[in-house]
């Protein structure tokens, strides 16, 4: 059965390309649009979507208290959230993901994305715009000076496309950067999550981090 969406954001020309996106992933449909944060609440307690995307700043209600108000602690029949913002501050992050939002994308990060996200909050996982994982798993999450004997093993391209990843490079930075197409990237990922166990590419962006792959530990060594 197809997912059911609604999006939340105050700019018809934003709701109209989230709408041209994921009515042409063939497990989407988007059932409803809201220009405003009430409307939002109102129409996805109304018609129990199966993923809201609701932009941060809205008027009426802002986006992190629609979360609040459909996905929060005290919601008894919660529902998945997806915030997408352009807004890139910490603030924001650490707010949706307390409010229990199931996702926090930059709206630069484009249509696969975006289309990963709502697959990734229907599975029960959670994704981050890789620049913001990226930059919280540095603050957070220094990188040790080698990595652990048990790594998992990667072919020195796989590897090198998992560091890209961990700078928060899209799939198109990734092939250019290596003169490669788009979907020989997508198959190097492919491969890489099943070798990592990663469930995404934030996955891949965790892991590079915690073992000392990212670009961070390769300028130490």
């Known amino acids: 059965m197809s997912t059911r969406i609604l999006i939340a954001d105050d700019q018809a020309g934003i709701r109209s390309a989230f ?3 994921l009515d042409a992933q063939p497990d989407m449909t988007v059932v409803a649009e809201a220009a405003d944060g009430l409307s939002a609440i109102e129409q996805a307690r109304l018609l129990r979507p199966d993923v809201v995307l609701a932009d941060i700043r809205m ?6 208290e629609v979360t609040r108000a459909l996905a929060g602690p005290e919601v008894a029949d919660p529902l998945r959230v ?6 890139d501050l910490d603030e924001y992050v650490h ?13 630069r990060s484009g249509p696969a994305l975006l289309a990963e996200a709502v697959r990734s909050a229907m599975s029960g996982d959670t994704l981050i715009s ?3 994982t990226v930059r919280l798993l540095r603050e957070l999450n220094p990188p040790p000076a080698a990595a652990p004997a048990d790594t998992p093993r990667l072919t020195p391209r796989e590897a090198e496309i998992a560091r890209l990843v961990a700078r928060g490079d899209t799939n198109a930075e990734i092939a250019e950067a290596l003169l490669i197409s788009p979907g020989t990237v997508k198959n190097h990922l492919a491969a890489i999550q099943r070798r990592l166990g990663a469930r995404n590419r934030v ?3 965790a892991w590079a981090w915690s073992t000392g792959q990212s670009p961070a530990a390769q300028r130490q060594d």
């Open 130 to 132: 890789p620049q913001i």
């Open 19 to 21: 709408r041209i996106i």
């Open 82 to 87: 997806i915030v997408v913002t352009t807004f």
């Open 59 to 64: 008027p009426r209600c802002d986006g992190l």
């Open 203 to 205: 996955g891949i962006a």
């Open 95 to 107: 707010t949706a993901l307390r409010n229990g939002a199931c996702g926090f994308l930059l709206k």
